[in-house]
């Protein structure tokens, strides 16, 4: 699951005293574990070692380049969406024939500066977009004779549990074509000279919890495969994407080789390419969120602990009312957390809502949950906080956003220093 444990009652970071890291830092704080990334990185490139297979990082997920450089020395590619993920990953050293770029909304400069960059793949979402790649692809690409390759997203209409923001591979949604359509797109667009339309992309969404939409969406994607095949186009490629499930709460997903025993079997023999886009799966265990306890109050039927960290620091539970496993960094040890689990009550524990600074009411990262008694000027740790933690994190508020930390073993270090209130100001002056 991840390399964050009790010993002794207190929480590690691998082999470092999370208090040891506050102490020095501050808090809010963002730590990842180094450990962490490689082993679940690892475990999945061994998941899939029968497919040529290319595991592609969601830079949306947990974007800081010395992260991004970990992932890419371990051989990982990337999942970029916007311009200024591109050039991260171009700060990071990545190796660009291995990165494909998503996103409904590309600009004319971000895709010219991909195309300049010779980026592996671009993933295409609708018609005008891929007239517009090929408009620009003639124009500048790094040589005249370059083909541009393509992979059209494909929606398999296949139902996904999760939250309804976070599902992706409906029938009417934005992002892609759907399944009866991309033939049509392959018999108008497939033969194009400056761009190769040669894989096809699928994205269920994120936040699974089981194997079988994925499995789903392959037997419902080989027969087009077949299909476009038979008509002259060479699909050489699959694009699997959609967040693979990660654990909020303890072994509540499958595991890489899980999913793989799933899939690997449909795909052997085909002569495909597997490309998978597995973000949240890699880093959401990969950190934690450190916070202080400011308060603890009563209130008329609840009990409030007021911490440091807010919704611009952590906006997940507020967007998506999504689940942190949140716990004391130090505590007794009839304390001492044996699972993560939204049901766990141990006894002699509160119930009370934890709730950040924020001058809004949606500004909560847990309700309802019991944990044991903390006071003023406890820290505690929300878990699960590597995937579209940092990420997704504002100023709002006029807040500074909080550092981020890589422990390696027994060192950490800061990989992102605590904003100042100049910087906050920095770019109006």
Not at 119 to 124: A, L, S, T
Not at 321 to 328: K, L, Q, R, T
Not at 338 to 361: A, H, K, M, N
Not at 411 to 422: G, V
Request: proline fraction near 4%.
């Amino acid at each position: 699951m991840d390399l964050f444990r009790y010993k002794g009652g207190r929480l590690f970071a691998e082999d470092v005293d999370v208090e040891r890291i506050a102490a020095q830092v501050g808090t809010p704080a963002y730590l990842y574990s180094q450990g962490t990334f490689i082993d679940h990185l690892g475990k999945m490139q061994e998941a899939y070692r029968e497919l040529d297979t290319t595991i592609c990082f969601s830079v949306k997920a947990c974007g800081n380049i010395h992260i991004l450089k970990l992932m890419a020395r371990h051989g990982s590619g990337f999942d970029i969406v916007s311009g200024g993920e591109l050039y991260r990953v171009q700060q990071a050293g990545a190796d660009l024939s291995k990165v494909v770029y998503a996103g409904v909304g590309k600009t004319d400069e971000e895709i010219v500066s991909a195309l300049q960059a010779g980026i592996g793949c671009f993933n295409i979402e609708s018609e005008q977009e891929l007239e517009n790649l090929s408009r620009l692809a003639q124009q500048h690409a790094r040589s005249s004779d370059a083909k541009i390759n393509a992979a059209l997203r494909v929606n398999p209409d296949i139902e996904y549990q999760t939250h309804a923001y976070l599902t992706t591979g409906k029938k009417d949604t934005k992002f892609g074509v759907d399944i009866e359509r991309a033939v049509a797109v392959f018999e108008k667009y497939g033969k194009s000279w400056s761009v190769r339309l040669s894989t096809i992309h699928v994205h269920l969404g994120t936040g699974g919890k089981t194997i079988d939409p994925y499995v789903e969406a392959v037997k419902k994607i080989l027969p087009l495969i077949d299909r476009l095949r038979q008509k002259g186009h060479a699909i050489e490629a699959l694009d699997l994407g959609g967040g693979y499930g990660a654990d909020y709460e303890t072994e509540t997903v499958p595991s890489a080789e899980e999913y793989a025993a799933g899939i690997v079997p449909l795909l052997k023999g085909k002569n495909l390419r597997l490309i998978l886009e597995p973000g949240k799966s890699i880093c959401a265990n990969a950190a934690i969120l450190l916070t202080r306890v400011l308060y603890t109050k009563m209130g008329a039927s609840k009990r409030f602990v007021i911490v440091d960290a807010g919704m611009n620091d952590l906006i997940r539970p507020s967007l998506y009312g999504a689940f942190h496993f949140i716990w004391p960094t130090q505590t007794e040890p009839q304390f001492v957390p044996t699972v993560r689990s939204q049901d766990l009550r141990v006894e002699g524990s509160e119930t009370v809502d934890i709730v950040g600074p924020i001058c809004e009411g949606a500004d909560f990262l847990a309700k309802d949950r019991s944990i044991p008694p903390v006071q003023r000027g406890d820290l505690m740790a929300v878990f699960t906080a590597g995937a579209y933690g940092f990420t997704m994190a504002s100023n709002y508020n006029a807040r500074p956003r909080a550092p981020e930390i890589l422990v390696d073993g027994s060192q950490f270090e800061i990989i992102r220093r605590r904003e100042t209130y100049e910087d906050l100001v920095a770019p109006e002056r």
